[in-house]
């Protein structure tokens, strides 16, 4: 018996921390189809909710919203932090370079509020100062794109450190000029570390509720903020509906992102052992 339980130890342990992550999302999805507005007991299938979904004009159109900020903090991270990473990669010594990697790692360890508060307060002296911006949607893509630049930093930087740079110094042995070894050679090789940091500032973006309640304006709520102030009012299992399409639209990109890296890897390692193959093929002769 003891035995049994060191060897399946693991498995267990492991099953009772995914019990313990998935299972409110379980209840969630179900709940989400109650005829009813209990969230004690399930008195019946009804597609209701999803029909509200769809009239709660404050819900869809915070959707629409968090799109938008998500899609372009997305994009203004990966570019940022592509430089921010490969200045830190590549040049390893240059004046003021280690407070340039502490501020750029700064919102990595710092509390969102305390990001969300110090961005207030500058954008609020800004306005007064020069009269822009005004909070909106402007203000919530910047402080989202100060957070998503540090995260997505990480992930370009670690790749960056695992490039061979050999690639790159032969390009410019052959004549290559930096910005064409940049845009030519080191973008395609990191371009899967360019879609994970956009998909994580994406994410993160989307989900930020505590930034965007610091630097959102009158009339501008994401869909973290509506369904937070629906929270906080009572149970509506409107929000359990929207909650749900989240849930399975997250699902199907991150399972056709694994999909498709994990045919990549599969088709990148038969090249290799059909180049190996080869190689061996034209080496058999000669030996």
């Not at 999805?29 to 399930?42: E, G, L, Y």
């Not at 508060?117 to 909070?135: C, D, I, Y």
């Not at 630097?215 to 509506?236: D, E, H, K, M, W």
């Amino acid at each position: 018996m003891k035995q049994l339980l060191e060897k399946h130890f693991g498995k267990f342990w492991m099953a009772l921390v995914y019990l313990f992550l998935y299972l409110p999302l379980f209840f969630m999805i179900v709940f989400s189809f109650n005829s009813t507005r209990q969230d004690a007991r399930f008195t019946g299938f009804s597609l209701r909710w999803y029909e509200a979904l769809t009239r709660d004009s404050r819900i869809v159109d915070g959707f629409w919203l968090s799109i938008k900020i998500a899609t372009i903090t997305g994009l203004l991270s990966v570019v940022l932090a592509t430089f921010a990473a490969f200045v830190l990669v590549r040049y390893r010594r240059f004046i003021g370079r280690t407070v340039f990697s502490g501020m750029v790692n700064a919102p990595l360890v710092m509390p969102e509020v305390v990001i969300g508060l110090s961005l207030l307060l500058l954008m609020v002296g800004a306005q007064n100062a020069f009269g822009w911006p005004e909070r909106g949607m402007l203000t919530i893509i910047l402080g989202h794109t100060l957070l998503g630049m540090a995260y997505g930093m990480v992930v370009i930087q670690s790749r960056l450190l695992e490039m061979d740079r050999s690639i790159e110094e032969a390009a410019m042995d052959l004549g290559a000029r930096p910005h064409q070894v940049f845009f030519l050679i080191t973008l395609p090789n990191i371009y899967q570390a360019l879609l994970a940091a956009f998909l994580l500032s994406f994410t993160l973006s989307f989900d930020d509720v505590v930034i965007a309640e610091f630097l959102s304006g009158p009339g501008v709520n994401t869909l973290p903020q509506v369904i937070f102030g629906y929270a906080r009012r009572g149970i509506n299992p409107t929000i359990y509906a929207a909650a749900t399409l989240l849930i399975v639209a997250v699902t199907i990109v991150i399972v056709g992102y694994s999909v498709r890296v994990a045919r990549q890897t599969r088709k990148h390692e038969r090249e290799i052992q059909a180049a190996t193959r080869a190689e061996l093929a034209a080496l058999a002769p000669g030996a």
